[in-house]
């Protein structure tokens, strides 16, 4: 079996590629970055150490590399003969994947099983995002059916925390012990891929918006309530008490609405906040608040970890989400010039109204019952 993975970083290698290659697929990494790339076509393994209260390490073997910016024809004939293609790029970046992926299809054998394709990005629907991009770049509906009928597309939640890696670490990878890779079933019609370490669902979306409402909002709280408490780690923010205390409350509030909206179990759901909060003490994990907190402007978007959550707890709790309402008032204050997005949002704070912000950036509108506080939540970051 042969896997072909877009994205040799540290999720790609520590993540995605380990569950690949202890399913027994062989895994060809492409990426565009030619150091990178170099490094791993030059090895015969890497090390992922696990870290946490049982720490361990694995080895991975068998894999190769190609730098996709360099040598498309060849990434092309692989994936013309693999069983699985994943990504772990970004969502914005899967625009740029998309055309090779249609070409790798387009070279595959009339006879040849149905590719499966998973993006395995911090995102709602990252994979229908990626067969949209891929699709909207064929020419005619005829091409698009051909091609659609050589894959299969299936959603995925992904969690697993992946902290900056140490200087010298080369192409070893830490991560945490704690993982979940959640894959929707029901585009393969019971022909699902040999993959151990994920969980083959029915339904995937509520199992999305909890990792992303409760991993990613908890995890981003704490990185601008610690910015803003001077802490430097994740670790070290989550035992300010303020901090802890910010946290729990936006996620309590995530937690009431996905209840309301998903049906799922409250307890169940403080079990699972229990947990996301215990993984963020992990001592292990040097994980700085700089990094979690990057790209403030696209975690601030509608459908990401506060405007989504808060939006739903608006339609399916009722009343104002006050402490999701804060979580977004710390990211606005995440002042970081070395962050494109951090310096353009500070930029935007000088020079547009608190109107614009919320409707251009958020994503929410005058007359939806958030408007009017996200308004007060902006002019205070603006003072």
């Not at 090895?43 to 696990?50: M, R």
């Not at 970004?90 to 009339?110: E, H, K, N, T």
């Not at 959550?309 to 979580?327: H, K």
């Amino acid at each position: 079996m042969k896997a072909v993975h877009f994205g040799a970083g540290n999720i790609g290698r520590g993540f995605v590629g380990l569950l690949l290659h202890e399913a027994g697929y062989e895994v060809v990494f492409a990426d565009v970055n030619a150091e990178l790339i170099d490094a791993l076509a030059a090895a015969d393994s890497y090390d992922v150490h696990l870290v946490g209260d049982e720490s361990e390490t694995k080895t991975v073997t068998g894999f190769r590399a190609i730098n996709s910016a360099t040598d498309e024809d060849a990434l092309v004939a692989e994936i013309a003969t693999a069983d699985v293609v994943t990504t772990a790029v970004g969502p914005r970046i899967l625009r740029f994947v998309a055309p090779v992926i249609a070409r790798g299809l387009a070279a595959r054998a009339s006879d040849a099983p149905r590719l499966a394709v998973m993006a395995c990005e911090n995102a709602i629907g990252a994979t229908d995002l990626l067969a949209a991009e891929l699709m909207d770049g064929l020419p005619d509906d005829d091409t698009r059916d051909e091609l659609a009928s050589r894959a299969v597309f299936a959603n995925t939640a992904v969690d697993r925390i992946v902290p900056a890696q140490a200087p010298d670490a080369g192409i070893d990878v830490t991560v945490e012990t704690f993982y979940e890779w959640v894959v929707d079933r029901s585009p393969f019609n019971g022909n699902v891929p040999v993959i151990p370490g994920a969980h083959f669902v029915d339904s995937l979306g509520p199992y999305i918006e909890r990792k992303l409402f409760t991993v990613n909002t908890g995890h981003a709280t704490v990185a601008y309530t610690g910015f803003l408490a001077g802490a430097t780690t994740i670790s070290q923010a989550i035992g300010i008490p303020s901090v802890l205390e910010a946290t729990e409350a936006a996620l309590v509030e995530t937690s009431a609405a996905l209840a309301a909206k998903h049906g799922l179990d409250p307890d169940e759901l403080a079990t699972y906040r229990a947990t996301i909060l215990n993984r963020f003490r992990n001592p292990y994990l040097v994980d700085e608040v700089t990094r979690v907190g990057r790209e403030p402007l696209r975690k601030l978007g509608r459908n990401d970890r506060f405007i989504g959550p808060a939006a739903d707890y608006v339609q399916f709790v009722g009343g104002v989400p006050e402490a999701l309402l804060a979580a977004v008032g710390t990211a606005l204050r995440f002042d970081v010039p070395e962050d494109s997005q951090s310096f353009e949002l500070q930029q935007l704070l000088q020079r547009a109204t608190a109107e614009d912000i919320v409707d251009d950036v958020m994503g929410v509108q005058q007359g939806e019952e958030l408007f009017e506080p996200l308004v007060e939540v902006v002019r205070a970051a603006q003072r």
